[in-house]
């Protein structure tokens, strides 16, 4: 019996777009057929999406890059608004998310938010891996990369918790935004984000007061 799948891939990069759906294709197993539609952006995605839910031929399968441009509306700055749209819109879609991204808050916050059944680090994407990839998650979800297992991992075997808001904070100071700008990003008050930093020296054991100093140790620990 022919088992037909359904896939929508969605990324800016046609000549990525253009590997992945070969390697699908090569490596599909003799009962499947594939129909692929393409998306390149947030918009042409969301019109496929809202077109398959209309005809009542919802998507198997979402292949979703995390670094799209915004929609033209802004309600969607990236792919990983897309994803979280596809999850209320497609809820019986599996949801494959590939991005270059591997800070750890990065990777917990798409587990969080989203929970894909596949999850995938392109540094550590081959054609093989692609293929697996798809098959366990059309038949054993989840499948995560080996970049994604491993922070993970990491956040299990310590016994340091960290709130989100916390995570932000780190993941905002590698960035490079500064102590006195991060109220805004988190829409608390600058005392708050002194004692939220206070807590994360506390956390990390960081005794001379410097930014580096707690991004370093909290790096070790796969928090960013």
Known sequence: ????????????????????????LFTKKENQE???DIANNCDEAIAYMDKSIQNELPYNVL????????????SMSSGEDLAEYARRILP???IIILTMFNESFRIHNIIKTIDPEGFLIKSDLTSSELASAFQAVLN??????????????KAITTDIVVDVKNRKI????SQGVKTKNLA????????????????????FEVNDGQDET???????KGFV
């Open 63 to 74: 292949f979703v890059d995390i670094s799209l441009p915004p929609s033209e509306d802004g």
């Open 92 to 94: 019986n879609t599996k």
């Open 214 to 220: 707690l991004l370093l140790e909290a790096r070790k």
């Open 34 to 36: 594939l129909e692929i």
């Open 140 to 153: 054993n979800p989840p499948f995560y990369s080996g970049t994604v297992n491993s922070h993970i991992r």
């Open 184 to 203: 805004s990003h988190l829409d608390i008050s600058l005392s708050a984000v002194e004692k939220r930093k206070k807590h994360l020296r506390d956390i």
């Open 170 to 173: 780190l993941h905002l100071l």
């Open 1 to 24: 019996m022919i088992e037909k799948i359904k896939i929508l891939m969605i990324d800016d990069h046609p000549i990525i777009i253009e590997g992945y759906q070969n390697t699908l």
